[in-house]
């Protein structure tokens, strides 16, 4: 009952604080709704990046990769702080002299419209099939592992992942449709806090529990016993081997961080260049303790679970397992809050490329005007829509073989690099025409399903990313070369927003290059897990 308790008064307190912060904010233009009336500050955008990374896929499915396999997984964390630096110095820029409310603008300056409008078509198809039924699944397992509403209500497990799947998604949906990106962003920075104190009592009450009441003894056990779980460096047979951190996998964060429109809305939001720069620096700085809450606590696991049927459960059984009860409850808040940001932001973003990238233009080739408020109510019916169909999707989930985090990356593929491909030598190049782009595109996508459906190459689907991402950027080379563009782009700063940059950028850059570089080596043969 007090885990209960302390689950409700944290939630209505997130909900309340970010009613209060939003309260008369005007949500009747494209600006205020989907882009917080460019205003957001550097710690609003910062928290709120942090949050909507970690969301319970992460939290589940990376412990239960250090279950079964190491701490290799960890990988994703740490080239992300590199991503970061990467996105923040030379992408972000450009996206804020551009004037961009959505990422695939750029395209539409840089191409043309129809380039704009297939990438936002395959964003919105990764995230109703890819990004949005994963948090809805994830969040419900969160919930039944750690207050095993199956057995107190007598209900099967599927059963109670359909119902905490609508409960979610319900929930989400109302703070997207009627708070727009600001509510989500609040919420987000006051669920960023309480993620970051919660997260780290779970592998401190973790180590006491493994040690008999002693953090010491439990600490020590867990860097002298099972130390293969302690290698950062993947083997080849890994679930992510050592190799994949200069191939694929930094180009699916860059994509990631650099592309993905429910990632760069928060920055695409920011009142300046600096804001944006140094919110992205607070992200960086928060990714630095990730393996803290998303690796350690599947090493405590090794100490407590020997024979775990679902090992996607292996996290929330912990929290139930480990902490006090009232800790429970706000942990049980900060999964479900986690599970709302990565939603709701899914749909925010989906509307609001579907809207601006597609529904718009349909009417101003037909010779028709929009206004705002119209816009903004036809937006909200599309999210109901796309809400409903990601929680039918989400249940099925449960039937899908194999780890659960390394599923969401693989599936990822699809959608991921071949849309930083196509934007990377948008930014590069200035003859590679719109033809170049299109048949680059088609290419990738096709020889990435041959190779994940039909064929077994032997090849790490990160390595078959890399692959196909030289490829694909020398056909687009070609074009230009061949059949380049009659007017070269030229960039325009349209001054929606100041871009003088952050001024301490570079040294918090090479800060959290060194900390990257030291957490490798402590998670290596040459370390603890020597």
């Given at each position: 009952m007090l885990a209960v308790t302390t689950f409700i008064l944290f939630t209505l307190l997130v909900a309340y604080v970010s009613y209060r912060k939003t309260k008369g904010e005007a949500l009747n233009t494209s600006d205020g709704y989907f882009l917080g009336g460019r205003s957001l500050g550097w710690f609003v955008i910062?928290?709120?990046l942090f949050l909507t990374n970690?969301?319970?896929?992460?939290?589940?499915?990376?412990?239960?990769?250090?279950?079964?396999?190491?701490?290799?997984?960890?990988?994703?964390?740490?080239?992300?702080?590199?991503?970061?630096?990467?996105?923040?110095?030379?992408?972000?820029?450009?996206?804020?002299?551009?004037?961009s409310v959505t990422t695939p603008d750029f395209l539409e300056d840089r191409f043309d419209p129809s380039i704009k409008k297939w990438i936002s078509i395959i964003f919105l198809v990764g995230y109703v099939i890819n990004m949005m039924p994963p948090v809805?699944?994830?969040?419900?397992?969160?919930?039944?592992?750690?207050?095993?509403?199956?057995?107190?209500?007598?209900?099967?497990?599927?059963?109670?992942?359909?119902?905490?799947?609508?409960?979610?998604?319900?929930?989400?949906?109302?703070?997207?449709?009627?708070?727009g990106l600001k509510a989500i962003a609040v919420s987000d920075a006051i669920n960023g806090i309480g993620l970051v104190i919660g997260g780290l009592l779970v592998p401190f009450f973790g180590l006491l529990y493994i040690g008999d009441g002693s953090f010491s003894v439990g600490l020590d056990m867990i860097l002298t016993q099972n130390t293969e779980h302690l290698n950062a460096i993947g083997k080849p047979d890994s679930p992510v081997p050592f190799s994949t951190l200069f191939t694929g996998m930094l180009l699916v964060n860059l994509n990631y961080w650099g592309t993905e429109q429910y990632i760069m809305q928060r920055v695409l939001g920011a009142k300046n260049l600096a804001a944006g720069q140094k919110g992205i620096a607070l992200a960086s700085v928060l990714k630095v303790i990730s393996p803290i809450l998303l690796n350690i606590p599947g090493l405590i696991a090794l100490h407590i679970y020997f024979n775990i049927e679902n090992t996607a459960e292996i996290y929330p059984r912990l929290i139930g397992d480990v902490m006090p009860e009232y800790l429970t409850g706000f942990m049980a808040a900060i999964i479900f809050g986690a599970a709302l940001t990565t939603f709701n932001s899914g749909l925010n973003s989906s509307s609001t490329l579907f809207m601006l990238n597609i529904y718009k233009p349909y009417l101003k080739h037909k010779n028709k005007e929009i206004a705002d408020v119209s816009l903004i109510k036809k937006s909200k019916y599309l999210?109901?829509?796309?809400?409903?169909?990601?929680?039918?999707?989400?249940?099925?989930?449960?039937?899908?073989?194999?780890g659960f985090f390394d599923y969401i990356q693989k599936v990822a593929g699809f959608f991921s690099v071949p849309i930083f491909t196509i934007l990377f030598v948008g930014f590069i190049t200035k003859k590679v025409p719109p033809i170049g782009a299109k048949v680059a595109l088609i290419f990738f996508i096709t020889c990435y399903a041959l190779t994940q459906l039909i064929f077994d190459t032997g090849l790490h689907f990160l390595h078959i990313m890399a692959i196909l991402f030289v490829t694909s950027t020398i056909i687009m080379l070609l074009f230009g070369k061949f059949y380049p563009m009659k007017v070269p782009y030229q960039p325009i700063d349209k001054k929606l927003v100041d871009i003088r940059p952050w001024k301490y950028r570079h040294i918090v850059s090479f800060i959290l290059v060194l900390i990257v570089i030291a957490a490798y080596i402590f998670f290596s043969p040459l370390g603890v897990a020597s």
């Open positions: 910062g928290g709120s970690m969301s319970a896929n992460n939290f589940i499915g990376e412990n239960e990769q250090v279950y079964i396999d190491s701490v290799a997984v960890m990988a994703w964390g740490m080239t992300s702080i590199l991503s970061l630096i990467i996105v923040s110095e030379f992408i972000l820029p450009i996206y804020l002299r551009n004037g809805l699944y994830a969040g419900a397992v969160a919930f039944n592992g750690m207050f095993d509403l199956s057995g107190v209500f007598g209900l099967s497990n599927w059963a109670t992942i359909w119902i905490l799947v609508w409960s979610i998604g319900i929930v989400g949906s109302i703070y997207a449709i009627f708070g999210q109901v829509f796309l809400a409903m169909t990601a929680m039918f999707i989400a249940p099925f989930i449960a039937f899908v073989d194999g």
